[in-house]
């Protein structure tokens, strides 16, 4: 079965810090592969997908992801960060289509 | 907004009781995903439905049912209720081919006393 793994539970930064948050995943065949952010009390929304090619992708509100396939690495990048950033952010794995399999999520606190 | 509409918003229940929650997928979409998001943990997957039939389950018990209906709306029914059953039931919809991402709901939170 895959499984997604975060680097971190919580990242705590000052406005305009550059952030990244680690995700790795099990499985070494073809993948699809998502970022989702869950702002508080909100639905879950789709930041970045990558699905083929270019391995840089990017997404809304700046996000950007670097999929790694030697590493099984997949982590969410942005160059300064915003306090309505603050969120909770999962990566995930696209189970051979079927489902989505999440990771246990990051929550990031930005400081204004 | 994502056209996936989730009901009720919030849910109490009592232990061994009964519950059945509700989603209207986004226009369009024809297969609709149930996920269980434990507080502080990622959404886990309960099950699928396609054309009205289960197509896929995740590690969840037998007490964990659904249904979708012509219109690709869907139920999650948990019979039962255990403490553990505590959590924000999600709803995913999606259009079912190769590379395609899911549109969730804003999610049903349960609390099981």
């Known amino acids: 079965a895959q499984s997604v793994s975060q680097h971190n539970h919580h990242v705590i930064l000052s406005e305009a810090a550059s952030l990244e948050l680690g995700c790795n995943y099990s499985?070494?065949?073809?993948?699809?592969l998502f970022w989702y952010v869950q702002y508080p009390g909100q639905h879950l929304q789709l930041l970045l997908k990558?699905?083929?090619?270019?391995?840089l992708v990017k997404g809304i509100k700046g996000f950007e992801a670097e999929f790694i396939k030697s590493k099984f690495s997949f982590n969410l990048r942005k160059p300064s960060v915003q306090w309505s950033d603050t969120a909770e952010y999962f990566c995930?794995?696209?189970?051979?289509?079927?489902?989505?399999?999440f990771g246990p999520g990051t929550r990031l606190s930005v400081l204004p | 907004e994502t056209g996936v509409t989730q009901s009720p918003t919030h849910l109490i229940k009592t232990r061994g009781q009964q519950v059945t929650l509700r989603c209207s997928s986004q226009?369009?979409?024809?297969?609709v995903s149930w996920y269980q998001q434990a507080l502080g943990q990622g959404p886990q997957f309960i099950f699928q439905?396609?054309?009205?039939?289960?197509?896929g389950r995740g590690n969840f018990p037998p007490r964990f049912s659904g249904l979708q209906f012509p219109n690709y709306s869907s139920e999650l029914n948990v019979n039962a209720l255990e403490l553990d059953d505590s959590a924000l039931y999600l709803c995913?919809?999606?259009?079912?081919?190769?590379?395609?991402?899911?549109?969730f709901g804003q999610g049903t939170r349960l609390t099981v006393v």
């Open positions: 995913a919809s999606s259009f079912r081919k190769q590379n395609t991402e899911a549109f």
């Open positions: 499985y070494g065949g073809t993948v699809n």
């Open positions: 990558y699905f083929s090619g270019d391995p």
């Open positions: 995930a794995v696209d189970n051979y289509g079927q489902n989505f399999v």
């Open positions: 226009s369009g979409h024809n297969t």
């Open positions: 439905y396609y054309r009205e039939e289960e197509n």
